[in-house]
């Protein structure tokens, strides 16, 4: 019996989307060149730095050495992966039993709690700089571990502006399981802590990846607080104020920046990459949420 083939149909992309692919992979490029001109001159030999070139043809690691070469470069990464764990940790946890608590339960001032929430997120946080500054020394005076030039108020500073949006996010992955699996998992003899953990955390997975990723690139890269609370104690300095030692007001280092830049980002992107197969899904959750 004979077999009748039958032409595939190529797809003809509309006008419409054609420019809306090359107006986003415009912006793409846009978005990807700083990156790719910060990596470019952290490989760049001296003698070629301030050069205009998009390219090299000798790349060196002249760079990458004297950063990590450097006085109290590892300590510095030690103490910024320190503060963004727990930070990370942390805002995991209160964000996930916070969102809980606000969308399961009805108590009064919970609609004032949630609007307090969301004006949180309004106030500059150059505004909070020093009010929290003299709040850190002031608490430093009986706990000293709280107190100025310590890492443990900037986990609390950088969690506390971490918490927000995480809870406003996380609000909408509880509230999308139904109210019906709770009162099934009721009915057959489960406490309402053992739904929480066993039942509900695993659902909201997705949307505590993409309030995790938040929680660590904005713990990661903070510089503000970091100088404003750990201004003397060199020991316990984190990795943005380790950048200023390659700010020369006489002759700027832009090889060291950019290296260390560079170096900056490895962590965030090996970050990303672990945690991105859960990410999309708990941003498109977030936003049906």
């Known amino acids: 019996m004979a077999t009748v083939s039958v032409p595939l149909r190529k797809k003809r992309r509309s006008p419409g989307r054609l420019v809306a692919e090359i107006v986003c992979c415009v912006i793409a490029a846009m978005v990807a060149f700083p990156l790719y001109w910060m990596v470019l001159s ?7 730095i301030q050069s205009a070139t998009p390219w090299t043809f000798a790349p060196s690691l002249e760079s990458f050495e004297r950063v990590l070469g450097s006085n109290g470069f590892g300590r510095y990464f030690l103490n910024s992966t320190i503060v963004a764990i727990c930070v990370v940790a942390l805002s995991m946890l209160l964000s996930f039993l916070s969102a809980v608590a606000l969308t399961r339960f009805r108590f009064k001032g919970r609609t004032v709690l949630l609007v307090m929430l969301l004006v949180a997120q309004m106030v500059p946080v150059e505004a909070l700089t020093i009010p929290l500054f003299f709040m850190v020394q002031q608490v430093g005076t009986s706990a000293p571990a709280f107190g100025l030039n310590q890492l443990a108020p900037l986990v609390l500073v950088n969690l506390a502006f ?9 609000r909408g992955f509880v509230a999308a399981v139904p109210a019906e699996l709770e009162e099934a998992a009721a009915l057959d003899g489960a406490s309402r802590m053992r739904f929480t953990w066993q039942v509900l955390f695993p659902l909201v997975a997705p949307g505590l ?4 990723v938040l929680a660590f690139i904005h713990a990661w890269n903070d510089f503000l607080f970091a100088q404003t609370l750990i201004f003397s104690d060199v020991d316990n300095r984190v990795l943005p104020q380790a950048m200023r030692v ?7 280092d832009w090889g060291g ?18 945690v991105q197969r859960h990410l999309a899904s708990g941003i498109s959750g977030a936003v049906k949420g």
């Open 162 to 170: 971490s918490l927000p949006f995480a809870i406003w996010m996380l």
């Open 257 to 274: 920046i950019m290296a260390g830049a560079t170096l900056m980002t490895i962590p965030v992107l090996i970050f990303f990459i672990f």
């Open 246 to 252: 390659f700010y020369k007001p006489e002759e700027l």
């Open 42 to 48: 952290a490989f760049k030999p001296a003698g070629e």
């Open 209 to 212: 990846v993409a309030t995790s």
